[in-house]
């Protein structure tokens, strides 16, 4: 039994760390990190940490690629992923110091062709047997259109197979008309999808609530230093942040998709993997590589994480 990711757009994320961002001139980096960069790949990469094997798959291509494959098998992750053309892209985030930023500049650089698409398809469902969930969403590469992902999630749903998504939009609506599990959209994929600013806890409430009653999905959202809030049919738990010196915040996001994860394959309540993956997320806030963490950060934070009760 295994948590299979599917991340189309691999990457990986170059963190530079800037004292000051200034125009026009040649800045020097005071520290130069990489790290897995994808939503999924991301997720595997933590469990790996977490001594939780996953398998991996998704478009890989070029030298980039193969640093993405090497990266989650030194974690213990399984690689199967579909190789197309071009390169696995390099995204850049850059961190100034000075005004306590940090900014993300994606990139394009791989081309999947129709082909590859199906290979995709056919690998996921290849995967499905055994699986005890699927972890997917993030970007696309060129040549994919959104309806992949509601080809993906019909895969696993086909095989009764729980799905977690992470997604902007368009991808988030093309992948919510197919009926995943769990989606874990942020602040801004959320009002994103709303069209609308969510401004408040309150707010992030009411259209998780909506969204539970309309689709049946569960809506993990998460706002950054303000914490979480899940929305479950029968419950809702709004999960406090904990207060840490936040080094790099990229990634934290996905350390939540790894411990949900984590809960489907070790058939606990959705709760234990909340706790579990607000835990990792703030382990991932303590470390300059995007989606890194250390697994002894994560037990420490773990007794730490609340969930209350919401409203
Ligand atoms: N500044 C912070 N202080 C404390 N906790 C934070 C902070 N930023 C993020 N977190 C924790 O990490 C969780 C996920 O972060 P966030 O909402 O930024 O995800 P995200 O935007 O999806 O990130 P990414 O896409 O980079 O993985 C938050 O719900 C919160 O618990
Ligand atoms: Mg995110």
Redesign the pocket.
């Known amino acids: 039994m295994t948590i299979v990711t599917v991340t189309p757009n691999s990457t990986i994320d170059l963190t530079v760390f800037v004292p000051a961002w200034v125009p026009d001139t040649t800045m020097r980096a005071t520290r130069t990190v990489t790290s897995m960069g994808g939503?999924p790949a991301?997720a595997s990469y933590i469990l790996g940490e977490l001594g939780i094997p996953s398998h991996a798959t998704g478009f890989a291509a070029g030298a980039t690629g193969q640093k993405v494959v090497n990266l989650l098998e030194g974690r213990g992750a399984v690689c199967d992923f579909v190789w197309v053309e071009g390169e696995t892209r390099i995204n850049v985030v850059v961190i100034d110091e000075a005004a306590g930023t940090h900014s993300t500049v994606t990139t394009t650089m791989m081309t999947v062709a129709a082909e590859h698409r199906a290979a995709l398809l056919d690998r996921v469902r290849g995967l499905m047997d055994g699986a005890t969930v699927l972890v997917t969403g993030g970007t696309l590469p060129h040549g994919v259109t959104p309806s992949i992902y509601a080809e993906i999630i019909e895969v696993a749903r086909a095989a009764n197979v729980p799905v977690i998504f992470?997604a902007a939009e368009p991808n988030l609506s093309a992948g919510l008309a197919a009926g995943p599990t769990i989606i874990?959209p942020?602040?801004?994929?959320l009002s994103a999808l709303l069209g609308r600013p969510v401004r408040s806890i309150e707010e992030a409430y009411r259209a998780g609530r909506d969204l539970q009653e309309r689709s049946g999905v569960i809506p993990v959202i998460?706002?950054?230093?303000?914490?979480?809030l899940a929305v479950l049919a029968d419950r809702a738990w709004r999960?406090p942040?904990?207060?840490?010196e936040?080094v790099s915040?990229?990634?934290?996001?996905?350390?939540?998709l790894a411990g949900m994860a984590a809960s489907f394959e070790r058939g606990q309540p959705l709760e234990d993997g909340l706790r579990l993956g607000?835990a990792a997320?703030?382990a991932?806030?303590l470390q300059p590589g995007?989606?890194d963490c250390r697994r002894a950060d994560v037990e420490s934070f773990l007794p730490q994480v609340q969930l209350l009760p919401y409203p």
């Open positions: 939503k991301d992470d874990k942020n602040r801004d994929e998460t706002l950054g230093g303000e914490g979480g999960i942040p904990i207060p840490v936040v915040p990229a990634g934290a996001g996905d350390a939540v607000f997320a703030t991932v806030l995007t989606a």
